[in-house]
């Protein structure tokens, strides 16, 4: 999606696994009213579902990194903030900040997801997309959060399913993230300003990796969510908007 006009430092918004610019549906009015924005659809996702799927973090790093045209906040979620990382280390003056938000840095020190969500997961595979949704995606949210809201829940879903992900593209993903935690990632570089965001009840991403990723980091400040879970932008997007623009508003004020 090419940025809006406007003369402040562009947002770069880079989702997670699998995840298409949809999942900014909430947010992204808020922010394009704000800044120039540039919502990176990944190889394989939503409209260019027919391109192959990168299978490195590297790879997705120097993609976002051929959209930008001048220094950008760059937001990663999930997946996302790995390349966001990556794109910092490999190109640090086109990198005005980060926003890092249910993430972490990788390495031997990386809270994997609880098994039960793992099994879950991988007992749904190869069902019918509207299955397979229904069946995961809770898991994306606080607890009970999906069935105390059906009906936003199902909203959820049906974008979702406006471009289904093949799970082609899931296996690519998954591979590229399971090179991430195993090389890590040298956080402890980063010099530009961060902010990370989790949900306490995050079951895709334990807190403890955004604990970690935060005490890595140089010049950071943290946030953490009481009673949120992973996809922070759906489940409560009047909060992420607040603290996103918060942040980067701060940086931008003279």
Not at 185 to 195: F, G, H, N, S, Y
Not at 215 to 225: D, S
Not at 234 to 249: A, Q, S, W
């Amino acid at each position: 999606m090419e940025p809006e006009a406007g003369s402040a430092e562009p947002l770069v918004l880079i989702a997670g696994l699998g995840q298409a610019p949809w999942v900014w549906r909430d947010v992204l009015a808020a922010f394009q009213r704000d800044r120039p924005v540039i919502a990176f659809e990944a190889r394989g996702t939503g409209t260019q579902a027919e391109l192959p799927a990168r299978r490195t973090v590297e790879e997705m790093a120097a993609d976002v990194r051929a959209e930008l045209r001048e220094p950008a906040h760059v937001l990663g979620f999930s997946m996302g903030g790995y390349v966001a990382l990556t794109l910092a280390l490999a190109e640090p003056a086109l990198v005005r900040s980060l926003v890092l938000v249910a993430t972490g840095g990788g390495g031997p020190g990386r809270i994997p997801r609880p098994r039960y969500v793992a099994d879950a997961t991988a007992e749904a595979l190869g069902l019918p997309d509207l299955e397979f949704a229904e069946r995961t995606m809770p898991f994306t949210f606080s607890p009970g959060w999906a069935e105390a809201s059906p009906e936003r829940f199902r909203e959820i879903i049906e974008a979702r399913l406006e471009h289904p992900t093949p799970y082609e593209l899931l296996e690519a993903h998954a591979a590229a993230c399971f090179q991430f935690y195993h090389e890590g990632c040298d956080v402890e570089r980063i010099r530009v300003p961060a902010l990370v965001v989790h949900g306490d009840q995050d079951l895709i991403v334990p807190v403890k990796n955004g604990r970690m990723l935060a005490e890595r980091l140089q010049r950071v400040k943290y946030i953490e969510l009481p009673g949120r879970g992973h996809n922070l932008m759906l489940e409560d997007p009047e909060t992420f908007m607040r603290v996103v623009l918060g942040f980067v508003g701060s940086l931008s004020a003279p």
